[in-house]
């Protein structure tokens, strides 16, 4: 099956069908899966939406909602519904989806839905609300495969069974006491596999990967990532079972996580949707340029230092902002190196060292190349041998002072609770501007007009 492009094609066809009976609608739906409905539903108006949902059976439509993007409104969609067909979609839902949906809705708006649930379903999506979104409590799923340790494998087989009849997929069965604390995993073929009168006290694995309610997202899927785990199991802190978070939930959150980075590291809001309007958008970016705004002004105040320089040597006012617009790419490519870096795990302090010394040296081998390039111009074009030192040395410098910050400075946030991908892009912009006009003015003037 090829991943699924939204094209006009596509769109002009559900158009149409829109403007015909519901069977002709019904008809054309069924050709595409429900992850690309969810992806043409951007293209559509509310109430063209809300008719398909209505035609679209409740196993499907839940699958639409599930895949839908917050921002494109699938709550929205849910409360306006029908009361009866709404509940028949969320008792569809998956737990976990169920209150990522509900969740973004009021509180009168919630109760509603959940008042027409069944008090089981209604409990465990009630309980999960209760956990912050970004923590293994707020992405994991109620619904899981449990067994007791005390059971023997017919009697465990039977329990599988039983329990596995409501649920889409599963590869890993946990195992609790008669407290429900968790003892261990087994997977479903060591089960099968397993003798005839073999215990599953005798077939758990007691050495496994878990993690409290409460721990972040990233750490969550760092774990996954670590360990190649389809799930992990989600525990209190008397290591009572609460849930499971798996691998689907885990791909949304690094694409998230990601999204977020970019977005902090271009000094924009994460708050700002990538499909918002431009009102939004002013509002979540203007903050960073005023600050920016500030920082450049602290760069041209250093030019203002050397008017006399920049009076005598013109020339020297064109090379310093390709010396300051060089620095200012080499640090980003340093800054985007060590944020990921540090995104994927907390680095120790020799990680941390290794990776200021690799970006120290790679800035003065660059700066070097690159300062050699520029000497050679100023050599040729402007019969000046020593502006081209001036340049290969304010080149070089400044590359190197670019190296460093890029990697040191998201470090020391870090280790300070600041987020790195939020003010770093700012302060190593900053360094790199200033730096980029200082040294090249400082050494003209005492090299070129010495008095």
């Not at 951007?42 to 439509?61: F, G, H, S, T, Y």
């Not at 199991?233 to 689907?248: A, H």
């Not at 009076?311 to 090379?319: G, P, T, V």
């Not at 470090?411 to 987020?419: A, Q, S």
Request: charged fraction near 25%; proline fraction near 2%; glycine fraction near 4%.
């Amino acid at each position: 099956m090829q991943s699924f492009d939204l094209d006009k094609t596509d769109l002009l066809r559900i158009k149409t069908a829109l403007e015909a009976d519901d069977a002709e609608l019904e008809t054309v739906l069924k050709e595409y899966h429900a992850s690309e409905i969810a992806i043409l539903f951007e293209k559509l108006q509310q109430e063209e939406k809300e008719r398909i949902i209505n035609i679209l059976p409740a196993d499907v439509a839940s699958e639409v909602l599930s895949e839908m993007d917050e921002e494109h409104g699938p709550a929205e969609l849910l409360v306006n519904l029908d009361p009866e067909k709404r509940t028949e979609i969320v008792e569809e839902l998956d737990y976990d989806d169920a209150t990522d949906i509900i969740s973004q809705l009021d509180e009168e708006d919630q109760q509603e839905i959940l008042e027409d649930l069944d008090h089981e379903d209604a409990s465990s999506i009630r309980a999960l609300m209760t956990y912050a979104e970004d923590t293994a409590g707020g992405l994991m799923n109620s619904e899981i495969i449990k067994v007791n340790i005390n059971l023997d494998k017919k009697d465990a087989l039977d329990e599988i069974i039983r329990q596995s009849e409501e649920m889409e997929e599963f590869y890993t069965i946990c195992v609790v006491d008669n407290d429900d604390i968790l003892k261990g995993i087994l997977s479903i073929k060591t089960v099968i596999k397993a003798r005839a009168d073999a215990r599953i006290s005798d077939l758990v694995t007691t050495d496994f990967v878990y993690v409290k309610a409460e721990l972040d997202q990233e750490e969550v899927a760092r774990l996954i990532k670590q360990y190649n785990l389809t799930s992990i199991p989600v525990v209190d802190d008397n290591m009572k079972l609460l849930g499971r978070v798996t691998v689907d939930d885990i791909i949304d959150v690094m694409e998230e996580e990601n999204t977020e980075d970019i977005l902090k590291i271009s000094g924009v809001s994460e708050d700002e949707e990538l499909s918002g309007n431009w009102v939004e958008a002013v509002k979540s970016r203007l903050p960073w340029l005023v600050i920016n705004l500030g920082t450049a002004f602290l760069a041209a105040s250093i030019i203002r230092t050397f008017d006399d320089t920049v009076a005598k040597l013109s020339i020297i006012s064109a090379y310093m902002t390709i010396i300051a617009g060089m620095g200012g790419n080499a640090a980003t490519q340093a800054l985007a190196v060590t944020v990921r870096r540090i995104s994927l795990s907390d680095l120790s302090d020799k990680q941390a060292y290794n990776t200021v010394l690799k970006e120290f040296l790679v800035g003065m081998i660059n700066g070097a190349a690159n300062g050699l390039i520029v000497f050679i111009v100023a050599f040729f074009y402007d019969a000046n041998p020593m502006l081209g030192l001036v340049l290969f040395l304010a080149m070089t410098g400044n590359l190197i002072i670019a190296g460093l910050t890029g990697a040191s400075i998201p470090l020391i946030l870090k280790r300070v609770g600041i987020d790195p991908a939020v003010a770093s892009s700012i302060i190593i912009t900053t360094f790199t501007d200033c730096i980029g006009f200082l040294l090249p003015l400082y050494l003209a003037t005492k090299l070129l007009l010495k008095q």
